[in-house]
């Protein structure tokens, strides 16, 4: 069976071989690619988005350009991670393909109203488009399976000391689709930081006769340097295509269902994802604070990281020898 996907993305580094991935796995039926300021902007996220189905060979699969900025913030990009175009040094040819004349928002309500079975939206981005289409089209709710999203953290963040970048961008967004009752899976920086891929699995990436390997190893390796310190920052790390890992083969997570709320008050905490795991209620809720139960989502906080690994490489290489260089974790 197939699972039929919308992705909205801001397409950086790490969501590039997310759709990589997603393209190439025959149990995703990718229905259609909406994009949002994130990483990069917004015109930077459609034309990597288009360069990337160049790449893949993928069907001419409907791409629509969204939200331009967060719901009440400026944008603020992650190019120091992801570089000026938002995929680092990499430069892929230019796409003919043309996204469509509408917004991404009737993009996504039109692919999802007009589906026959539930439909499945996957966040790779601040959720910013999200918000906007549950808030201008509540009604698609009714055949939506669930939303996936990679965004938050149990414990830490990136962009913050406590928020992750996707959430962090846009808190008002996260807050409004985490509101939504739609049934969510949550894939944060607990399971997005220990997918790590060692260098030996990396190095034949960048000598195989393969414009996708050679891609994806320039993706992997590709190091950053911080703008403060002057350091180089490199993880070799799946990202986001975890998220989709965990979409497809659960078994190889471990998740708990909690309740989840998103700190909207400004100052350090703000974007930050409160994960409640205690086992019972404590003095807040007795004395009436908190302001009503948080929702609940699936939150993922453990993976076998080799078993993931094997996945994400046999389907974007499954034609090559990559799969017989030995894995470490």
């Known amino acids: 069976?197939?699972?039929?996907?919308?992705?909205?993305?801001d397409t950086g580094i790490d969501d590039a071989m997310a759709l990589m991935f997603a393209l190439r796995h025959p149990e995703i039926d990718v229905r259609a690619i909406t994009c949002v300021a994130g990483n990069t902007s917004l015109d930077n996220v459609v034309a990597n988005t288009l360069r990337i189905l160049d790449?893949?060979?993928?069907?001419?699969?409907?791409?629509?350009?969204?939200?331009?900025?967060?719901?009440?913030?400026?944008?603020?990009?992650?190019?120091?991670?992801h570089g000026a175009t938002g995929l680092g040094s990499i430069v892929l040819p230019a796409s003919t393909r043309t996204p469509q004349p509408v917004h991404a928002i009737e993009l996504m309500r039109r692919t999802i109203v007009e589906a026959s079975e539930p439909m499945t939206l996957v966040s790779l981005a601040p959720m910013t488009n999200l918000a906007l289409l549950l808030r201008m089209h509540p009604e698609v709710t009714g055949n939506l399976e669930r939303i996936v999203f990679m965004g938050g953290s149990a414990v830490g963040g990136n962009a913050s000391a406590v928020a992750e970048f996707n959430v962090w961008h846009d808190p008002e967004a996260a807050h409004i689709v985490l509101s939504s009752g739609v049934p969510l899976m949550m894939y944060g920086l607990d399971v997005f930081d220990a997918v790590e891929?060692?260098?030996?699995?990396?190095?034949?990436?960048?000598?195989?006769?393969?414009?996708?390997?050679?891609?994806?190893?320039?993706?992997i390796d590709h190091e950053a340097v911080d703008p403060a310190s002057g350091a180089t920052h490199s993880n070799r790390l799946i990202g986001d295509a975890g998220a989709l890992c965990a979409m497809v083969a659960p078994e190889l997570f471990g998740f708990e269902r909690r309740p989840v709320h998103v700190e909207l008050a400004p100052g350090f905490s703000r974007g930050q994802t409160l994960v409640d795991r205690r086992a019972h209620g404590g003095e807040s809720a007795i004395h009436g604070a908190g302001g009503g139960p948080w929702p609940l989502v699936d939150v993922t906080l453990t993976c076998g990281v080799t078993e993931v690994l094997d996945l994400f490489f046999g389907i974007i290489l499954r034609e090559q020898n990559v799969l017989r260089v030995p894995v470490t974790s």
């Not at 069976?1 to 993305?9: E, H, N, Q, W, Y």
């Not at 939200?67 to 913030?73: D, H, M, T, V």
């Not at 891929?197 to 993706?219: C, K, N, Y």
């Open 197 to 219: 891929v060692p260098a030996q699995r990396v190095a034949p990436l960048h000598t195989m006769d393969s414009e996708i390997s050679r891609t994806l190893g320039a993706l």
């Open 1 to 9: 069976m197939t699972t039929p996907v919308i992705l909205d993305v």
């Open 55 to 81: 790449l893949v060979g993928a069907p001419q699969i409907p791409v629509a350009g969204g939200a331009l900025c967060p719901l009440i913030e400026s944008s603020r990009d992650a190019s120091w991670v």
